[in-house]
């Protein structure tokens, strides 16, 4: 069983800096996309980044700029820089992971809370 367990989150006051970051483990397969998204209660999960095998990256276009997505291969892990932290990316974040191999399939962690204070 594929599992993504992520590590990072927590409180931070406004203007600070976190760094997120999730394994991948049980599959010999590598990670093809991996991808962080983030729900606030009441709200829809959103996209936040997400990147390739190859290292292409994608942001939303909102966090562009104050955020950092990265992977190291080898370690089936990626990362999450947030930096200049506001109050409204309090949400917890999940880690994503989408393989082709041996068929497509799709994964999550179970998230992280971040909480960001005023």
């Known amino acids: 069983q594929v599992r993504l367990v992520e590590s990072g989150g927590g409180l931070v006051q406004a203007g600070g800096s976190l760094r997120l970051s999730c394994a991948a483990s049980g599959s010999t397969f590598s990670v093809n996309t991996f991808g962080w998204y983030r729900q606030a209660p009441g709200q829809q999960r959103e996209l936040v980044a997400t990147i390739t095998y190859g290292g292409t990256t994608n942001y939303a276009d909102s966090l562009r700029g104050r955020f950092t997505i990265s992977r190291d291969n080898a370690k089936n892990t990626v990362y999450l820089q947030m930096n200049s932290l506001k109050p409204e990316d309090t949400a917890v974040y999940y880690c994503?992971?989408?393989?082709?191999?041996?068929?497509?399939?799709?994964?999550w962690g179970q998230g992280t809370q971040v909480t960001v204070s005023s």
């Open positions: 994503n992971a989408v393989f082709l191999f041996p068929t497509r399939s799709s994964s």
